[in-house]
């Protein structure tokens, strides 16, 4: 009995030191916490202000207006991306298939861990998307 008692004091005595060691953890934790919330609150505002420029964008292009709206400079390019993503999907519908876009990409894996694989994207004229291991292999 008398090595469990020790055991035990032992292991109260341990943790009683590492008291405040552990509070300032969990402090820290908390301080993290709340900062993740408030980065979290402001990236959700960027992103609804993202969309209604998006928004605005589309109807002022639709209005077939020149220029931008509030002069940033900002549409235009938007404006030409989207021009040029419509004579690639026309040029799609006459039978030819054209690459939108193609780089390297950051792909979860599916097993237990998750890892991160690097992999070689290619979007189509036709909406498909295709991924490979490395540049020049074929698809997966």
């Known amino acids: ?4 008692l020790r ?9 009683h030191q590492m008291e405040p060691y552990i509070n300032q953890v969990l402090t820290y934790a908390q301080q993290s916490r709340e900062r993740s919330n408030y980065e979290q ?11 209604r420029q998006i ?30 993503i419509e004579a690639v999907m026309q040029s799609a519908a006459k039978g030819k298939v054209q690459t939108i876009r193609q780089g390297y990409l950051s792909k979860r894996s599916s097993n237990l861990r998750g890892d991160w694989k690097r992999r070689f994207f290619v979007l189509d004229s ?13 698809s997966s």
């Open 55 to 84: 928004d605005r964008e589309s109807r002022w292009a639709s209005n077939g207006s020149n220029g931008s709206p509030n002069g940033d400079g900002i549409q235009a390019i938007g404006r030409s991306s989207h021009k040029m």
């Open 1 to 4: 009995m008398d090595a469990h």
């Open 7 to 15: 055991y035990f004091k032992q292991g109260y005595e341990l943790l």
């Open 41 to 51: 609150a402001a990236l959700n505002e960027r992103m609804q202000e993202y969309k």
């Open 126 to 138: 036709r909406g498909m998307l295709y991924y490979y291991r490395k540049q020049c292999s074929k």
